[in-house]
Nanobody, 116 residues
Framework: QVQLVESGGGLVQPGESLRLSCAAS????????MGWYRQAPGKERELVAT???????NYADSVKGRFTISRDNVKNTVYLQMNSLTPEDTAIYYC??????????WGQGTQVTVSS
């Protein structure tokens, strides 16, 4: 089993930044994909970004140039640096771990609210 714990969410004003963290523990496969999904009220859950040893990083078009995903393989932690936040970024953000296109584990989620 793998446990994922997110942190770093909060309330910010438009234009500000947040950095989300996700610490993974347990039986973590050496080859894996970690990423972030988000779900906003009234919208479907969407993939924000992924990172893999094999394929590198991938971003949703809506966050390219603003968000950066990274990972520390020693600490088994993945990060999401979010800059130039807008109200449209308001959502619950979920950390994920899986293989290929399959998500096997989900974190509990952390709320990000961007509001004036």
């Amino acid at each position: 089993q793998v446990q994922l714990v997110e942190s770093g969410g909060g309330l910010v004003q438009p234009g500000e930044s947040l950095r989300l963290s996700c610490a993974a523990s347990g039986s973590i496969p050496s080859i894996n994909v970690m990423g972030w999904y988000r779900q906003a009220p009234g919208k479907e859950r969407e993939l924000v970004a992924t990172i893999s040893r094999i394929t590198g990083t991938n971003y949703a078009d809506s966050v390219k140039g603003r968000f950066t995903i990274s990972r520390d393989n020693v600490k088994n932690t993945v990060y999401l640096q979010m800059n130039s936040l807008t109200p449209e970024d308001t959502a619950i953000y979920y950390c994920t771990l899986g293989r290929g296109s399959t998500v096997n584990y989900w974190g509990q989620g952390t709320q990000v609210t961007v509001s004036s």
